[in-house]
């Protein structure tokens, strides 16, 4: 059997390259999965972060160097104290009860002697996890002294005991704590500690009022792309967040103005088309009975459709006030109304069925879905559910359905499909596009999909 190649000597040189970058990248996902996602969380950690680090080195620097060195010469200093001592019980005979060196000790040392009988010392006590003035002191009586030595430095109390082995007995030195430990390091910390509090304090309420104005941007224009009423907006914060409030503003007044320009012009477009229809039904009314007026009465019909749908499409209905509205009923009316023309659709609704939506446009959505079905199918279901912060609708049938690759061109205005699946009953093509229009108006969108009844699925989405 053929060996496999070998892999290329460069490949090979770049492969724990490779490796270490493939895990930076895993890491730096898993750290961004766990990061804040908002602006007011990213920016206390800016600030928050780097005096973290700064506080850290601080005071691993303050521990590592000025405390350690303060406890050693302390420790150091404690030690030869003793150290004396015991060279003068040892060498001076003139006081044979150690009265005097005890006295000189307690005055000029700052702490008290004693000698016990006998050489055995007490048994060791505990180490402690961490004890900067244990690891000190003993490090300097065995440096010094040169002699078993036992030590008490457990505890809370204020004093330190020590027993170190003589000729003539055991020299027991009872000290005060701060003479061999810097007790009172703790308060640049504490200080520290206490200072970094205020300054994120002051952090925290000075970025509250800065990110603010920013929510209130966002919402507001949410509040507009939605046909929601925007409120009492005006610019406030920092100058750059304060010019895009009043950039938003203007483009807002823009907006609007052509909103209403639009809608004042097909105003007059609409009155102007229907007096010439209105003309068209009172001629054929006075034609003679047949078929050249019948097909005349046909074709004023389809153009007063097209019309509507065309006026429709154009104006979108965003003149519109958006309120709360009763899904559940909305729905419901729709089944009636279906009813009522000869259908019989399955509808149900869970959740709250209050939501806040432009009621007309949003019933003529749910309207142009329901009846592309009934066009198309035998059987329709009409589900709505809203859960969240989203209210979700579909619409099934088992009709013919619509190929995947054409569910994103039906929207297109005025497009066809070889059974236009897509027209409504006049024709125009416009059915599916004013609903995907109104969807977005709201905030959401449609899509399409295969319906478990065999035809096509119709998704409306919106926030609510």
Known sequence: MREPDPAPPRLLRDEPLIRARLAWRRFARRLADHMPKGLYGRSLLIVILPMLILQSVVAYVFMERHWR????????ALARDVAAVIDVIETWPQDPDWRIVGSIAERDLGFTVTVLPGTTLPPPMPKPFFSLLDSALSEEIGNRIHRPFWIDTVGNSDLVEIRIVMKSGILRVIARRSQAYASNSHIFLVWMVSTSLVLILIAVLFLRNQIRPIQQLADAAESFGKGRPVGDFKPRGAREVRRAGEAFAVMRGRIERQIEQRTAMLAGVS????????????QTALMPEGPDREAMETDVDEMQAMLEAYLAFARGEGNEEATATDIAELLRAIAQDAERAGFEIAHTFAGAPTVVVRPNAFKRLLG????NALRHGERVELRGIHVGDWLTVTVDDDGPGIPEAERDNVFRPFYRLDEARNQDEGGTGLGLAIARDVARGHGGDITLDASPLGGLRAIVRIPG
């Open 368 to 371: 142009n879905l329901v009846g």
């Open 69 to 76: 060195l303060v406890t050693g010469r302390l420790s150091e």
């Open 271 to 282: 009155h102007d088309l229907r007096t010439v229809l209105t003309r068209f039904r009172l």
